[in-house]
């Protein structure tokens, strides 16, 4: 069974510019997490979509951030313009469903470097 | 709001000692807790999950506790390898993930 994808591995962009990250969940999945892991601490959530509907996005910075999932599989996450602060690894998760006793599982994530 | 700590944030030990990591968390509202283990560059490895429901979980040398009434986990490692360097996340699950900020680990040849 084919793990979660995710692509480009690393990148490295100026302030202000903008930055678009792609994520492919395992088949079947339903539910797609994004996260994002500062250096030195644990992810946080950004965004939860069940199928292609938002569950969560509480916690996802809308001036700057956007997420979409067409089709209810493939998933992009959009930042617009990225600040300095940005820069951390963008986790990438699915499960088969949403509610607590799913379990989640993560892609190798994408490394951003603002500067 | 659900608040993670991983006490200690960083551990060196020798080969073949025991490791002992440990987690609390502040609410005891929970479906599961969930270990996982993170190498340098690489995504979320999932070690162990806890049910709430569940004392402890064992998987080879791993063996994860779960004290909810007191908020606490605690992951052991036995008999440590080199391969065990990597850090290790505690994940506190009621509805959604909340993880603590890590325990990198060192096993020192």
């Known amino acids: ?115 | 709001k659900q608040e993670v700590t991983q006490i200690p944030a960083a551990l060196s030990v020798p080969e073949g000692e025991n490791l002992v990591l440990n987690c609390s968390f502040t609410d005891s509202a929970i479906y599961n807790l969930q270990w996982f283990r993170q190498d340098p560059g690489k995504g979320l490895t999932s070690l162990l999950l806890i049910q709430s429901s569940q004392r402890e979980q064992t998987s080879g040398r791993l063996n994860a506790s779960l004290d909810k009434s007191s908020g606490r986990s605690t992951l052991y490692i036995a008999a440590s390898q080199p391969g065990d360097s990597a850090t290790y996340l505690c994940a506190v699950n009621d509805y959604k993930l909340s993880f603590g900020a890590g325990t990198t680990v060192t096993v020192r040849a």
Do not use: M
């Not at chain 1, 809308?62 to 930042?79: C, M, N, P, Q, W």
């Open chain 1, 1 to 115: 069974e084919a793990g979660v994808a995710q692509s480009p591995r690393y990148k490295i962009i100026e302030k202000r510019q903008s930055v678009a990250f792609w994520c492919n969940p395992i088949s079947g999945h339903a539910t797609l997490y994004w996260y994002q892991q500062i250096l030195g601490q644990g992810p946080k959530l950004l965004i939860q979509f069940q199928n292609n509907g938002v569950v969560d996005d509480s916690q996802l910075p809308k001036d700057r951030f956007s997420a979409e999932r067409l089709k209810g599989v493939d998933s992009t996450l959009k930042i617009q313009p990225a600040k300095l602060e940005d820069s951390a690894v963008y986790l990438c998760a699915s499960s088969l469903e949403s509610g607590g006793e799913e379990t989640q599982y993560f892609g190798p994530g994408t490394r951003l470097l603002v500067l």
